[in-house]
């Protein structure tokens, strides 16, 4: 087995246990412990930057790079490697709809998130009744800067007035909220960057993850790790499954890889 030299981690359900919703220690420590031994890491999450900084993410562990917005944008320490900006004129045009129709919307950028919410919007309410995000900064507070999404908070009846936009990925993932980006993001696509970026060769690379979306990680690296907790599609397409989130799944896979020692 090659040498693992760079391991990316999904977060949710991999990273940050949603049972407890709280990280798991033992993976903080073993990932710690690989990045002490000269090991890269990043993140390569759905979420983004600005929601994974606000839950502690950043605070606990030292990433090299981040791959954002499932693949939305990818960058390290130092520099943007790449981001999928929606078009300006684009984003006044669905903000122009979104205020016609009386839709609250979150602006996701680079590293903030913007709400613009009707008063008690029982589709905002609703979004973060079931999701465990950190509430966005307000609407007031944005300055133009680029936009990778636009989540739009409303019922499917009024997808019609938005779906039919040329250029947008329009994605309706819950009963009260969709979101619209440039093109479908994917995760390996942050991947490639940073191999571009970093030198490395596939098999010199490890993921962690636990859904469908992982797969796309999995296909591209040497060492796919699924989570014990992980859905059957993923854990078929993985090199290995490991325990799960709640039995040390992290730290069993490091192990496994050769990278730490029990």
Known sequence: MAEVKAVFFDFDW?????KTRSFVPSATRAIKA???????IFINSARSYYALRELGTFER???????????GAAFTKEEILYAK???PSLVEDLLRTAKEQKVSYLLVTLKEAYLSSFPDDPNVNSFYAVYYEPRPRPISEYRGEPVLAIQLFMKEEK??????????????FFETAAEITSEPFRKSDGIKA???????ANDELAAFGDDTNDIDMFNLVG???CMGNGVKEAKEKASWVTTSIEEDGIENGLIHLGIIER
């Open 14 to 18: 991999t990273l940050f246990d949603h």
């Open 34 to 40: 690989a990045h002490g031994q000269g090991v890269r």
């Open 61 to 71: 562990i030292d990433f090299d790079g981040f791959v954002v917005n499932n693949g």
């Open 85 to 87: 900006f929606l078009p």
């Open 159 to 172: 997808d019609p007035c938005f779906i039919k936009r040329v250029g947008i990925t329009f994605n309706r």
């Open 194 to 200: 940073l191999i571009a970026n970093t030198g490395l």
């Open 223 to 225: 060492h796919g790790i």
